[in-house]
């Protein structure tokens, strides 16, 4: 079964920094995009960052300048790591992939999401 499973969620006091990691399992043949997405209480999923397979990167307008989004296409992991944390980046963080299976079927993975919470 394939599947993405993050870690490294909790809290943290504003000012703060985190390192958010997503590890893509199964059987792959390729891994394309893969990004990270957030949904606080109450609002609609937005986009973090992404990163493309060859380290292109695309920023959310609230992670820019703070967060860096990087990958290991060896290990199939993509990592979030955030600094100067907000309250207001309280959310649960979603690792979201492109999957290319190895009978070639395309999939778009989401992980079961890890918590963030920013708070003194």
């Known amino acids: 079964q394939v599947q993405l499973v993050e870690s490294g969620g909790g809290l943290v006091q504003p000012g703060g920094s985190l390192r958010l990691s997503c590890a893509a399992s199964?059987?792959?043949?390729?891994?394309?995009?893969m990004g990270w997405y957030r949904q606080a209480p109450g609002t609609e999923r937005e986009l973090v960052a992404t990163?493309?397979?060859?380290?292109?990167?695309k920023y959310g307008d609230s992670a820019k300048g703070r967060f860096t989004i990087s990958r290991d296409n060896a290990k199939s992991m993509v990592y979030l790591q955030m600094s100067s944390l907000k309250s207001e980046d309280t959310a649960v963080y979603y690792c979201?992939?492109?999957?290319?299976?190895?009978?070639?079927?395309?999939?778009?993975?989401w992980g079961q999401g890890t918590l963030v919470t920013v708070s003194s």
């Open positions: 979201n992939a492109g999957v290319i299976t190895r009978n070639f079927a395309p999939l778009d993975l």
């Open positions: 199964g059987i792959i043949f390729r891994i394309n995009d």
């Open positions: 990163i493309t397979r060859g380290d292109g990167t």
